[in-house]
């Protein structure tokens, strides 16, 4: 119930918060309905749907196997609580699913843990919380950095990821650590940077968990991936998106391109890169970092990092 003493509620409609004339939001939000009563709908979806088999499914890119749930609770349109005790209800009515419960639920409990994090460090966005990252040599890479947010690495995972960022406002979780790791590792860019862009662009962008996951996977924040754990982005689609679709969803140029070759087309055959209209250096690009050059010197980095750091 509304509390008495608050201000007058407002219909979300009555914010005009969306554009008309022209409306250039295109697929921005992939539909998503705003509001409380659009996560009610999602979360109902959710339980009915992707749930029964979120442990396994959760980091593949081509199906829709998460829960679609973090905007609406960046936004405050429904609590975690609420969600938490909506999936402990379904692992009670279905035990076969508990285990998935028990996951989603952890999933959850990062959002927490992200905002006490940022309640003890107010400069989580700013600042590696482990300061031996502060000496970290990071490169100036103008055109890199362009050819990232621009979904034009020669990557094809990548560039499907921040492709489908621009267009929706939204990426697959997935595909975001990839794309985050290309940027810091490969190519040696602060991560402020990329959060900065992941603010900016992202439906859900989150204060505590935004920077949370990009010094996650810089290795400067808390419990930290190590930084030289790097991910190899043609593995990484061998995993999780092993038909192309994703990649040929959001990198429609090569869309004809047949798997393997789709997750990295600078290795495809001639005769297949013609027969998918793909020329290399012109339809789409060559990769713009060699993978095992990038990684030897992302390693080498941090190894000077950390005999420059002092003894304690």
């Known amino acids: 119930p509304w509390p008495p003493e608050a201000p007058a509620r407002v219909a979300v409609g009555a914010l005009r918060l969306t554009p008309t004339k022209p409306d250039w939001s295109g697929e921005l939000a992939l539909g998503e309905r705003p509001g409380e009563a659009g996560a009610r709908v999602a979360l109902s979806g959710f339980l009915d749907g992707a749930l029964g088999g979120y442990a396994e499914d959760r980091d593949q890119t081509s199906r829709e196997t998460t829960s679609r749930l973090s905007s609406h609770l960046r936004f405050g349109e429904i609590s975690a609580r609420r969600i938490a005790a909506a999936a402990a209800g379904a692992a009670e009515a279905r035990p076969q699913i508990r285990r998935h419960v028990e996951k989603f639920l952890a999933e959850l409990g990062w959002r927490d843990f992200a905002a006490a994090l ?6 989580l966005a700013t600042r ?5 990252f502060e000496r970290f040599a990071f490169r100036r890479d103008e055109s890199g950095f362009r050819a990232w947010s621009r979904g034009e690495t020669g990557y094809p995972i990548v560039d499907a990821g921040m492709r489908q960022l621009w267009r929706t406002g939204y990426m697959h979780n ?14 040696l860019i602060d991560w402020r940077r990329g959060e900065e862009w992941f603010w900016d662009t992202l439906c859900d962008a989150d204060p505590a968990s935004n920077p949370m996951g990009w010094q996650w996977v810089a290795g400067s924040g808390a419990d ?8 190899n982005p043609v593995l990484q689609a061998e995993k999780f998106d092993p038909d192309g679709s994703y990649v040929r969803r ?18 495809a055959p001639a005769g297949g890169l013609a027969r998918a209209g ?17 990684r030897a010197r992302a390693l080498a980095a941090f190894a000077e990092t950390r005999s420059a750091a002092p003894a304690s």
């Open 278 to 294: 793909v020329v290399l250096g012109k339809t789409y690009p060559h990769p713009i970092v060699d993978h095992a050059a990038a």
């Open 118 to 123: 940022l309640f003890a460090r107010p400069d």
């Open 250 to 267: 959001w990198v429609p140029e090569l869309g004809q391109l047949e798997a393997p070759h789709v997750r990295a087309p600078w290795q």
């Open 128 to 132: 590696p919380l482990r300061p031996e």
């Open 224 to 231: 930290a991936a190590p930084y030289f754990r790097i991910f």
């Open 174 to 187: 997935r595909v975001r650590m990839i794309a985050a790791s290309f940027l810091v590792k490969h190519l």
